[in-house]
């Protein structure tokens, strides 16, 4: 098993292709639940993406074939007075899993933000998302004490 990792390169149009696609394929999976973008959205992604101050895109290749990605921002603690990374999106094609590339991708995430100097590293996931749960668990990721809740209003 050879497993590498990129960090995407905006100006790479294979990134950018395998970025909407990856995107795309987790949109449509039971666990995105929304309808994909349109390729309007797809164009304004990138480039959201591309000029967001905070954004880092991490994809992970398996034998030469990218297989999946991570899409995170930079936030920053008042509480810890440090920055932490936080887990948007993280996507391994259905091809690909079982290979343990879910967790290669977070350990090399969690490298990554030690090696920074960050304090923690944030996620959300879906209630009824088992298998991520688990993935997170057996790498030392849980709710919060005291629990907390992730709201949302949508505008």
Request: charged share 20%; net charge neutral; proline share 4%.
């Amino acid at each position: 098993m050879n497993i590498s990792f990129e960090y995407c390169d905006f100006e790479n149009p294979v990134h950018l292709s395998v970025l909407t696609d990856l995107l795309y394929i987790y949109m449509i999976d039971p666990m995105g639940g929304v309808q994909p973008l349109n390729k309007l959205k797809q164009l304004r992604l990138v480039d959201g993406l591309a000029n967001h101050p905070t954004a880092l895109v991490l994809f992970i290749l398996y034998n030469g074939v990218f297989a999946g990605l991570a899409v995170c921002f930079v936030n920053f603690s008042t509480f810890y007075v440090k920055s932490y990374l936080y887990i948007h999106d993280l996507i391994v094609n259905p091809v690909y899993r079982g290979n343990g590339l879910g967790k290669a991708l977070m350990k090399k995430l969690e490298e990554i933000s030690i090696e920074r100097g960050y304090c923690k590293i944030t996620l959300e996931v879906r209630e009824d998302n088992a298998v991520a749960q688990n993935l997170y668990r057996s790498l030392g990721y849980d709710e919060c004490q005291p629990k907390m809740l992730f709201w949302t209003k949508k505008l």
